[in-house]
C-alpha cells in the first residue's frame, strides 16, 4: 500500500466498504423508520417555534434534507427567523427537550456563520 490519497482511499474503501457506500443506509429498514421519526420532531419543533415563540420561518437543513448523510446518529438540525432576541435561548430549550432519540440543534440563520447561513438557504426544506 502507498501512502498517496488516492492509494489510501482505495485502501481503505477495501477495508471499510459500509463507510463508502449509501447502498445499506438506503435500504436498512431501521433506519428509514428513524428518518422518519427525525422528520417527525422537526416539524414539531417548527410548531412550537412558531406557535409559542412567534417564528415567522422554520427550516430543517443538514443530514435531516439529505438522506445519503443521514446516520443513526444524525441531529435534527432548524433554523429559525423572526424569533425575539430576548426569547431565542426559551425556544432553544423548548425545542432541544422534544425527542430522547434526537438531539435538535436550533440556529438563528441572522446570528450565524456566513457559510453557514448560505447552506441553510441553499439546502433547507422549510418546514
Excluded at 482511499?9 to 429498514?29: E, G, I, S, V
Excluded at 428518518?35 to 417527525?40: C, H, I, T
Excluded at 446518529?73 to 426559551?90: E, K, Q, T
Aim: hydrophobic content about 40%; charged content about 30%.
Amino acid at each position: 500500500m502507498g501512502t498517496q490519497p488516492d492509494e489510501l482511499a482505495a485502501y481503505y474503501a477495501r477495508k471499510y466498504p459500509l463507510t463508502f457506500t449509501n447502498d445499506f443506509a438506503q435500504t436498512d429498514p431501521s433506519l428509514t423508520e428513524l428518518y422518519k421519526e427525525a422528520w417527525q420532531v422537526a416539524a414539531r419543533a417548527a410548531a412550537i417555534l412558531k406557535e409559542r415563540y412567534g417564528a415567522q420561518k422554520v427550516v430543517a437543513f443538514g443530514s435531516l434534507v439529505d438522506r445519503s448523510r443521514f446516520t443513526r446518529w444524525s441531529d435534527v438540525d432548524l433554523a429559525a427567523w423572526g424569533i425575539p432576541d430576548d426569547r431565542f435561548y426559551a425556544a432553544v430549550g423548548a425545542v432541544t427537550g422534544l425527542s430522547e432519540k434526537f438531539k435538535v440543534d436550533l440556529v438563528d440563520p441572522e446570528d450565524c456563520r456566513e457559510s453557514l447561513r448560505r447552506a441553510i438557504e441553499s439546502e433547507g426544506v422549510e418546514l
